[in-house]
């Protein structure tokens, strides 16, 4: 008698089960509309969709951004929660303020201009279920341009390698995870730490002995190309790279020889050409 196996995420068919959860995502002043629109859409489509999005406003934003995001409140299954921060405070706050509005335990964040994979919400949900040792499960990301596909950008899964990974470069896609909010929380939650809020949120949590895990899926489509390389560099992320990694250092996460060679790697990224830039992101995408 032959066993027929059906690929539960590929057909659609649901198999989390119903505990509810919050989406986390950050707007600014830069976010094309347009751009927001699709995000938004891809969470609503979930096969899995979330009981609360909260969407957070750091600084002002467009009229148009506002109509869309007010257009999600009345008759919508999902409860549009919305904090409207007069002025900009960087992610790292943002996020923070937002998370405390998240209604439920489990949040998963969402960036504004990037594409969840239809089943992610899904597959992080029966993960966690199964799994309540884990604070934080992410995946791998496929970074597209208008044009193409430009790759995937995995990162290592089991816990123990994910601490290990957190030693050299960030070891969680940002866009990919769904936490534990009493976790994140208890290690501290979120706070302004230009260029790696979700770095230092990792780091502490891995200090604190909670676990994180990646899964091995493609969970979100991340925007990248000539921009994204271009906004990354400047002597103001050199500077950012400095203070993070020194911190690392003082507090005793990484050896010195860890701090010169992530300085090393960076400074070419930073302050080269932008063909240079382009290619560390590229090599990098590749690991």
């Not at 009981?51 to 008759?75: N, R, Y």
């Not at 995995?154 to 976790?183: C, I, L, S, W, Y």
């Not at 230092?200 to 925007?223: C, E, H, K, P, Q």
Request: positive net charge; glycine residues 6%; aromatic residues 10%.
């Amino acid at each position: 008698m032959g066993i027929t196996v059906i690929d539960l995420y590929e057909t659609g068919f649901c198999v989390a089960d119903n505990r509810k959860f919050s989406v986390l995502i950050s707007v600014y002043i830069n976010d094309p509309l347009e751009q927001l629109v699709s995000a938004v859409e891809s969470v609503i489509d979930q096969s899995r969709p979330p009981d609360q999005l909260v969407i957070v406003f750091d600084g002002p934003v467009s009229d148009q951004v506002k109509e869309f995001v007010e257009s999600l409140k009345p008759g919508k299954k999902i409860l549009c929660t919305v904090l409207d921060l007069k002025n900009n405070v960087g992610l790292g706050v943002a996020l923070k303020n937002g998370l405390e509005h998240c209604e439920h335990d489990l949040v998963a964040r969402m960036d504004a201009d990037d594409i969840s994979v239809a089943t992610r919400f899904e597959q992080q949900l029966d993960f966690l279920r199964d799994h309540p040792e884990i604070s934080v499960v992410g995946g791998n990301i496929i970074e597209f341009n208008e044009h193409s596909t430009l790759g995937a950008r995995g990162v290592a899964q089991e816990p123990k390698d994910v601490m290990r990974m957190a030693r050299h470069r960030n070891p969680v896609n940002h866009v990919t995870v769904m936490f534990r909010k009493t976790a994140v929380l208890a290690a501290g939650g979120y706070r302004n730490f230009p260029t790696y809020e979700d770095y230092d949120l990792w780091i502490r949590m891995i200090r604190a002995s909670f676990l994180i895990f990646n899964l091995s899926s493609d969970l979100v489509f991340v925007r990248a190309g000539n921009d994204m390389a271009n906004r990354r560099r400047g002597f103001q992320y050199l500077k950012n790279d400095f203070r993070f990694f020194l911190y690392l250092y003082k507090t005793r996460f990484i050896s010195v020889l860890d701090f010169g060679l992530a300085l090393l790697i960076r400074i070419p990224a930073r302050l080269g050409g932008r063909s240079v830039t382009k290619l560390i992101y590229s090599l990098v995408r590749k690991r």
